[in-house]
């Protein structure tokens, strides 16, 4: 067989996994969606028992997660690529960020649990449920950052200094804007695994909801819609329909990180052509 042949051949086998994996995206999303979106009506989110609270508590703790974990990641991740130097020190310090991105996330939350449950006495607060997901996220954060910025060519940083620039004034102008989309996907990826993540918020911030709808007090319980879909399937309350209930939490769950992302990800890529446009 040619080297023609074979290529025609390879191309097409990746050309059907391609869309295979696309068919099963789409399958599951019409599958989740056509289920739950008949339940999605505004008494499923304001009614009494309804998900309004869960679903701001989902929001309200990613938004501390990011607040906790984007300086000290992002921080992180830019020092290893563009000023740690190459020794033992930092390859250690990359293992070690590699070995952690791997831990389970139940194993983050009984960390969690023992730390800020029991030892400082928070009980099962929103505060509790953001810090631990924060230790999820760093590894990510700092891994996606280092790569991101190397993947930045050299020449770039080498016309820019060529130039008078400072390091700084490169970093900020130069790198950071070039690798903006690797950042904004390892902060997408970090927000849709925060939305969805169980486990650690059941160790940390329980399974219940403050009695207020849009409670802001980081020392509240802190159940999100991941955590009350996990709920409803498991514990059922008496005379609750769980089926409905499950399928339109996993429906605007569904909606809730689709949209997320794409209100992420579309002004980071205008933000960038803007920000490259003035250099």
């Given at each position: ?73 992002v ?39 023992i730390i800020?449950v ?15 997901l ?12 280092e ?17 008078g ?50 409670d ?23 005379g ?32 960038q ?7």
């Amino acid at each position: 067989m040619s080297a023609k042949h074979k290529d025609r051949i390879a191309t097409a086998l990746l050309w059907g996994v391609a869309f295979l994996i696309i068919a099963i995206l789409i399958w599951f999303l019409v599958y989740i969606l056509g289920r739950g979106l008949p339940y999605l009506k505004l008494q499923f989110l304001s009614a009494p028992g309804g998900v309004g609270a869960q679903l701001f508590n989902s929001f309200y703790i990613l938004f501390l997660s990011l607040l906790f974990s984007l300086p000290i990641g992002v921080g992180a991740g830019i020092y290893l690529a563009e000023y740690a130097p190459s020794n033992k020190l930092t390859d250690l310090i990359r293992l070690s960020t590699e070995s952690l991105a791997t831990v389970p996330s139940i194993v983050f939350g009984l960390f969690g649990m023992i730390i800020f449950v029991n030892v400082l006495g928070l009980g099962f607060t929103i505060l509790g449920g953001a810090a631990t997901l924060a230790l999820l996220n760093l590894p990510v954060l700092v891994r996606v950052t280092e790569e991101s910025l190397r993947a930045v060519p050299e020449s770039y940083r080498e016309a820019s200094l060529a130039l008078g620039a400072t390091m700084w004034q490169t970093l900020r102008k130069v790198v950071l804007p070039t690798a903006l989309p690797g950042l904004l996907t390892g902060v997408t990826l970090v927000s849709g695994r925060a939305l969805g993540e169980t486990a650690i918020l059941i160790f940390t911030a329980g399974m219940n909801v403050s009695r207020r709808l849009f409670d802001v007090n980081p020392m509240a319980a802190g159940e999100t819609l991941a955590v009350h879909l996990f709920a409803v399937k498991s514990n059922p309350l008496p005379g609750m329909n769980a089926d409905a209930v499950a399928n339109g939490t996993a429906a605007l769950l569904i909606l809730m990180v689709l949209i997320f992302n794409l209100a992420l990800v579309l002004p980071s890529r205008w933000l960038q052509r803007r920000m490259l446009g003035k250099n």
